[in-house]
């Protein structure tokens, strides 16, 4: 037997990654796809799916990637506001931009 199917075979089967499998990881992309599918103001969807996501990371549920935390950094940047302030429609557009970028990675996480 060569040293590498050896070495397959005492591995054992692979492992998923911590959090990132399973039906709970299943469930918690499902909430957030469907929050980011909902109609309403972009704003307020993002933050929706913002609480989300935390939630998932708070339990394990989805692992946080550097590009994962990242983006969801620059989404509540993109939603900030004090009280009051309407924001505009960039907000809005950076919002859904950032959260399809989001949806794409959850697949990787």
Same mark, same amino acid.
């Given at each position: 037997?060569?040293?590498? !199917? &050896?070495?397959?075979?005492?591995? #054992? ?5 911590? %959090? !990132?499998? %399973?039906?709970?990881?299943? !469930?918690? +992309?499902?909430? $957030? @796809?469907?929050?980011?599918?909902? +109609? ?11 609480? @989300?996501?935390?939630?998932? $990371?708070?339990? #394990? *549920?989805?692992?946080? !990637?550097? $590009?994962?935390?990242?983006?969801? &950094?620059? /989404? =509540? =940047?993109?939603?900030?506001?004090? *009280?009051?302030? +309407?924001? %505009? %429609? +960039? ?5 859904? $931009?950032?959260?399809?970028?989001? *949806? &794409?990675? /959850?697949?990787?996480?």
């Amino acid at each position: 037997m060569d040293p590498q !199917t &050896r070495a397959a075979r005492d591995a #054992g089967p692979p492992v998923p990654e911590a %959090g !990132t499998q %399973g039906d709970s990881a299943a !469930t918690a +992309k499902a909430e $957030f @796809r469907a929050l980011i599918a909902e +109609k309403g103001h972009a704003v307020d969807v993002a933050r929706r799916a913002v609480e @989300r996501l935390e939630r998932a $990371f708070d339990d #394990g *549920d989805i692992e946080r !990637t550097p $590009f994962i935390d990242q983006a969801v &950094r620059d /989404l =509540q =940047q993109a939603v900030e506001h004090d *009280d009051g302030q +309407k924001l %505009g %429609g +960039k907000s809005a557009e950076a919002s859904r $931009f950032i959260l399809k970028a989001i *949806d &794409r990675m /959850l697949d990787g996480a």
